[in-house]
């Protein structure tokens, strides 16, 4: 019998278009640009803060163009999609085992989502 | 009985005659109950002796029979014939060489699995006259998911990452691992974590989860191995920021 084995290429560059779940996966990747983005805007936000008040409250009136307003909400999409992602795989990579019984993964996922609101409250009501 | 003629396209490989893979199209007549390793047994049988793949059980229990089925990886024996259109196409496992038609070469596999050593290493030796190794409900029911693994390699099949690093170790062999660390019988995690903690080992791994989505024995690969990385980097922290603690 002849050995003469066939490989099947694989496209490096757009294999995450050939299944639904591949581009689930990179979508949640993706979350990273914007969210990181979001970081340095944060950080030009302190910068213009140790400033003074006059350039932090003109950059404060530059987020208010379109593309900023535009970029924001997009950020905001990106983080809430990539937190509930992997919110909902916790339970894979964090299984609590209590006797001969595993914690049901809703819980797990569901803590997750309860921390997350109670520390949203949080800075919500001490940053107003 | 409902009886229903398919197309049924499989990529052949005569590794003697062809350069490269090409589809062939047979007519099947198949029963509502026929799964898609019957219709390449009738195949087989009555239109094409050529035809090779792999199969024994017919119950999801050997492993053998993996095939891409209309691009999705699937036991052969359990991808019921009645859930799909009338044109099916079959392709050997994804990211395998081809050795013949739907057969394909899975040495890399073997040898990933053997390096990760897939048996109990006990932590001491004992005479047989100490008696078995005892182990709690509770005990066994922390890797007990593992144990249904059959080495389908369904899931090196669906891993893009595997696709594109050949290195990596890989779903399977790192659940096993996981599965014989996790068991408190076993002394063997430090031998392992040297495959299974390399960079070719957990670290390749991007959680993209094809692997459990597609196990038709419902074991979670990508959940062992994301487990493998949070206990591979407490170790890390263990070693660097307090070497006096033991492992």
């Known amino acids: 019998m002849s050995t003469k084995p066939y490989v099947r290429e694989v496209s490096k560059f757009d294999w995450y278009f050939k299944h639904p779940r591949f581009m689930r996966y990179m979508a949640r990747e993706v979350t990273c640009i914007f969210i990181g983005a979001y970081t340095f805007l944060l950080i030009a936000a302190l910068g213009s803060l140790s400033q003074g008040k006059d350039a932090f409250d003109a950059f404060v009136q530059g987020l208010g163009s379109p593309f900023w307003v535009l970029f924001n909400a997009a950020a905001l999409v990106a983080a809430v999609y990539h937190s509930t992602s992997w919110f909902n795989v916790t339970p894979q990579a964090m299984p609590i085992q209590r006797g001969e019984e595993f914690v049901p993964g809703n819980i797990i996922i569901g803590a997750h989502y309860a921390v997350w609101a109670v520390v949203s409250l949080i800075i919500l009501v001490w940053g107003v | ?247």
């Open chain 2, 1 to 247: 009985m409902s009886e229903r003629q398919i197309q049924l396209e499989v990529l052949r490989y005569d590794p003697d005659t062809d350069s490269e893979p090409r589809f062939q199209s047979y007519t099947v007549p198949c029963k509502n109950e026929w799964v898609v390793l019957d219709a390449l047994n009738y195949v087989k049988e009555n239109l094409d002796t050529t035809l090779s793949y792999r199969w024994s059980c017919h119950m999801a229990v050997c492993g053998s029979c993996g095939m891409m089925v209309n691009g999705e990886p699937k036991l052969s024996c359990k991808a019921f014939i009645r859930e799909y259109s009338d044109n099916i196409r079959v392709e050997p496992l994804a990211n395998f060489p081809i050795e013949r038609d739907l057969v394909t070469v899975v040495e890399d596999f073997i040898a990933k699995l053997a390096s990760v050593k897939p048996y109990l290493i006990p932590k001491e030796d004992k005479p047989i006259s100490a008696g078995e190794f005892k182990q709690t409900p509770a005990e066994l029911m922390t890797y007990k998911q593992y144990t249904l693994c059959i080495n389908c390699m369904l899931c090196y099949a669906a891993c893009p990452q595997y696709a594109l690093v050949p290195e990596f170790i890989g779903p399977a062999a790192i659940a096993l691992a996981h599965r014989y660390n996790q068991d408190s019988r076993d002394g063997g995690r430090d031998e392992r974590q040297e495959v299974i903690a390399s960079h070719e080992g957990v670290w390749e791994c991007s959680f993209v989860g094809a692997c459990s989505e597609v196990c038709p024995k419902h074991v979670d690969p990508a959940g062992a191995l994301q487990q493998v990385k949070v206990a591979s980097t407490i170790d890390w922290y263990k070693e660097h920021l307090m070497p006096w603690v033991k492992k």
